[in-house]
């Protein structure tokens, strides 16, 4: 995984054609930190998952890295060994200063990237289920996303025959390169099954026998619907946003989302799928895990017989194939232009319509009856940004009637193709309810306040977080400053699909976390959305309501045009109405996770942070917190006044009591009612331990922000959109709110302490700890001004 780390690293940051120095790549960090989230939860059981000699003297600091930290350093050396290597193999013209617009690899090269790239996913996926882990999908997925990231545009990036026979069908890829290409898919497959099967033999697990099979409660039919319908829309998005035209508004050639979005079906599929079928998606993984199977240790009368095992892995892989070929044949009437330019798009965009919104409910429904719990929202939030992201360039991905609604309402859609729109979305909602019905009958999905919870919390919770929900759409996608027609975002479906990682942890336990009159319709299918779903839908189209009202309070320069809008710099109250929005979601949120005990109270902070940060960023700067405040105010630059900034602090504050005030009425009624959540360090833990872990990663966070979202864009980026700053913020309370909850709470944020402070009617420890995060902000400030001198020299030379 060392090897696969800074494989990954030269792909994405060193090579000339991937980080183009004229038009350069903003996924670099993703596709290089998701490497550990791959080998990470692959190997963690196994090695510890150091994958780096720094990371090994720190673990062995107590030997001053002279125990095993010597150890995994030469391992972890080379590794980078190989994978120069192997990039110097791979990327030939990188040495020799070819002409890259006319480069085409040979076709060895080629099945080389098909080879390591299905390998290193299959690998990930075989030693995950060796050793059981709890999120294979996610792994698997990230391993696949990372791999596409740096291969990409080496051989395409297919690393499974059956999105290769999609590829082929519509007519990307000779079908003399496709055969060779299967043939080292499935070979690359055998041989990680191989790898998986001796780490499976020597682990603790392996009395456990692995095989490809269908879930103790589900039919071998269900098993092979699931299989068939994952992998078309795996194969159907790879598709959509990897072998299409960029859009017209995008200024830059690079597509920063394209492996994210074909990575993420994995992680809904798997989740959503992986107790039916397993949630392979690719023919070559099946191969892998039936050599595992085979290598078993187990004696051989407690494996199914060759010809049972035979039957149903081809049974698997055809299916699998034919999920490949119905993407194929459906991408032609959803993306007619790519075909012929002049065709009619009507019929196309409700069709990705019916078929996004289809594709959504489908999965919500296998969630609900077979999903993993703990990553339910995240399959949907990754299913719902994947389908955006495909259909998006068509029909506008809106996939539910109540962001159809909102759009009508701002002007931004017609009324009668709302109401066009509002039929595909509902047949679709409906559809896919009674799939999911049929392929787990006789079990079906309720939709209704989740006791001890009553209608009017379970109302509430809808309009909230479906208001969160469409603002974000008008936000990121119809906003002429956020969404330039001549600059478009790449960002707009991250945004948009991460509300539900927000909203579905934290309402999820109140109203079951529809957000979508779709969606309620398909979960209430079996009263035909007449029992709560239409209680649910008037809930949601007010949240849209809501969204539209707020959205043109936020951005009155919607409405301008010419000098006055390129002129237009927001009001102080509008900047401040921006914090208070985005610090009042983001307590919500963590206020709703930790009085229903969620077990993704970080993940889902973060998601709600990185939705408003990507939604509001150009109105006030999306510090939501007023500790951020102090350091970008602190870092100079004329970015923000002291006036301002207490104004800022201000609004953050109000937000945070406000939101602390609604969870506490949540609270009172919820079902840990008798438990008080006072902002304490955790148990076994000193309050100056907490308050330095505050500190710590309270400046981890202002630094990213002083870093990614307060400095002037590279030259060498074509774009003036930032397509990771947001996610890089979120990802500062992923990073901090799961390594130091159970010590400080991870509140990082003074804003979502007085949000605690007020919930719990008790103001606890929130005067240390917020120091202590007001003291790390500085220090950001202090050692950004060090690292980054260039932006100080820049910013006097404008004011000079």
């Given at each position: 995984?060392?090897?696969m ?9 060193a ?28 190997v ?25 930290g ?16 192997m990039?110097?193999?791979?990327r ?37 289920v ?7 999908a ?8 990372c ?18 026979v999609?590829i082929v069908?519509r ?30 033999t020597?682990?603790?697990?392996y009395?456990?026998?692995?095989t ?9 039919g ?27 508004s995008q ?7 394209f492996?994210?979005?074909i ?11 992986g ?16 050599m ?8 051989k ?5 060759l ?13 699998e ?7 194929a ?14 065709a ?7 069709l ?8 959504l ?27 955006i ?22 002007g931004a859609?017609?009324?009668p193709?709302v ?5 595909a ?7 896919a ?12 999905a ?6 001890p919870?009553?209608?009017?919390h ?13 603002f ?15 600059d478009g975002?790449?960002?707009f ?29 398909g979960v209430d ?47 102080l ?55 951020v ?15 301002d ?35 304490e360090?955790?148990t076994?833990y000193s ?18 922000i ?9 030259a060498?980026l ?9 996610l ?6 992923t ?10 709470g991870?509140?990082l ?11 719990a009617?008790?103001?606890g420890?929130l005067?240390t ?6 003291s790390?902000a500085?220090l950001?400030s ?8 260039t ?6 030379k404008?004011v000079?």
């Amino acid at each position: 995984y060392t090897f696969m780390l800074c494989f990954v690293v030269l792909n994405c940051a060193a090579s000339k054609r991937v980080n183009n120095p004229e038009d350069s790549n903003q996924f670099f960090a993703l596709a290089i930190g998701f490497v550990i989230i791959a080998g990470g939860y692959a190997v963690g059981g196994v090695s510890g998952a150091a994958f780096n000699p720094a990371v090994a003297l720190g673990l062995d600091v107590k030997n001053f890295g002279f125990g095993w930290g010597i150890w995994y350093a030469m391992a972890e050396l080379s590794g980078a060994a190989l994978a120069a290597i192997m990039y110097t193999v791979m990327r030939p013209e990188e040495a020799s200063g070819a002409d890259f617009s006319n480069y085409t690899p040979a076709l060895p090269i080629k099945l080389l990237s098909e080879f390591l790239g299905t390998f290193m996913l299959m690998v990930t996926v075989g030693l995950n289920v060796a050793n059981g882990s709890t999120a294979t999908a996610f792994s698997a997925a990230a391993a696949l996303m990372c791999m596409i990231y740096a291969l990409g545009d080496v051989s395409g990036a297919h690393f499974n025959p059956a999105v290769t026979v999609a590829i082929v069908l519509r007519g990307a890829c000779s079908i003399s390169d496709a055969v060779a290409y299967v043939l080292v898919q499935l070979s690359a497959g055998l041989c990680a099954g191989w790898v998986a099967a001796i780490f499976h033999t020597a682990g603790p697990l392996y009395k456990r026998t692995i095989t490809l099979h269908h879930g103790t409660e589900y039919a071998l039919g269900s098993m092979a619907f699931a299989e068939l319908f994952f992998t078309f829309v795996l194969a159907y998005v790879v598709l959509a946003v990897a072998t299409t035209k960029p859009a017209a508004s995008q200024t830059t050639a690079q597509k920063f989302y394209f492996a994210l979005a074909i990575g993420s079906c994995f992680t809904a599929g798997g989740f959503a799928i992986g107790g039916v079928s397993g949630g392979e998606l690719n023919p070559a993984v099946s191969v892998g895990l039936d050599m595992i199977t085979a290598m078993s240790p187990a004696p051989k009368a407690q494996l199914p017989p060759l010809s049972v095992r035979m039957t149903l892995l081809a049974s698997v892989v055809g299916v699998e194939i034919v999920g490949g070929v119905l993407a194929a044949i459906v991408f032609r009437f959803t993306h007619p232009k790519e075909f012929n330019p002049n065709a009619p798009t009507q019929f196309a965009k409700l069709l990705c319509e019916f078929i996004g919104t289809f594709t959504l409910v489908f999965t919500v429904g296998c969630c609900v009856l077979a999903g993993s719990g703990t990553f339910n929202a995240t399959a949907i939030a990754s299913v719902f940004m994947v389908m955006i992201y495909a259909t998006g360039p068509v029909s506008g991905g809106n996939l539910n009637p109540a962001v159809s609604f909102c759009l009508g309402l701002t002007g931004a859609l017609e009324w009668p193709q709302v109401f066009r729109y509002w039929i595909a979305q509902l047949l679709g909602g409906a559809a896919a309810g009674v799939s999911y019905l049929a392929m787990f009958s006789p079990k079906a999905a309720t939709l209704e306040p989740v006791a001890p919870f009553g209608a009017s919390h379970a109302f509430l919770m809808e309009v909230i977080y479906t208001f969160m929900l469409c603002f974000v759409v008008l936000n990121v996608v119809v906003s002429k400053r956020n969404n330039p027609a001549t600059d478009g975002n790449q960002f707009f479906a991250l945004a948009i699909g991460f509300v539900i990682i927000a909203g579905g942890y934290a309402a999820g336990g109140i109203s079951g976390a529809c957000f979508n009159p779709a969606v309620a319709l398909g979960v209430d299918i079996k009263n035909v959305g007449l029992g709560w779903g239409l209680s649910w839908a008037v809930a949601e189209m007010l949240g849209a309501a809501a969204a539209v009202a707020l959205y043109k309070l936020v951005r009155p320069d919607e409405k301008m045009t010419g000098e006055e809008f390129d002129s237009y710099v927001p009001a102080l109250f509008t900047r401040c109405l921006s914090e208070f929005l985005g610090v009042f979601m983001l307590v919500l949120t963590v206020g709703l996770n930790v009085i229903m005990a969620s077990p993704a109270v970080a993940w889902s902070a973060a998601a709600s942070l990185m939705c408003m940060t990507y939604a509001l960023g150009n109105v006030s700067g999306a510090h939501f917190n007023p500790a951020v405040t102090l350091a970008v105010v602190a870092s100079g630059r004329n970015l923000c006044s002291v006036k301002d900034g207490c104004a800022y602090v201000v609004a953050q504050t109000l937000a945070g009591g406000a939101a602390g005030l609604l969870t506490g009425y949540l609270h009172a009624v919820g079902p840990s009612a008798a438990k008080t959540f006072a902002l304490e360090p955790g148990t076994g833990y000193s309050l100056t331990q907490a308050g330095f872990c505050e500190f710590f990663f309270t400046f981890v966070l202002a630094y990213v922000i002083l870093a990614v979202a307060t400095t002037q864009a590279p030259a060498s980026l074509r774009t003036k959109q930032s397509f990771q700053f947001a996610l890089a913020i979120g990802s500062c309370v992923t990073a901090g709110g799961f390594a130091v909850g159970s010590v400080s709470g991870g509140e990082l944020n003074p804003a979502v302490g007085v949000g605690m402070a007020v919930q719990a009617m008790s103001m606890g420890s929130l005067p240390t700890l917020a120091t202590w995060e007001f003291s790390g902000a500085l220090l950001a400030s202090v050692v950004f001004r060090l690292t980054h001198p260039t932006e100080f020299a820049l910013a006097q030379k404008i004011v000079a």
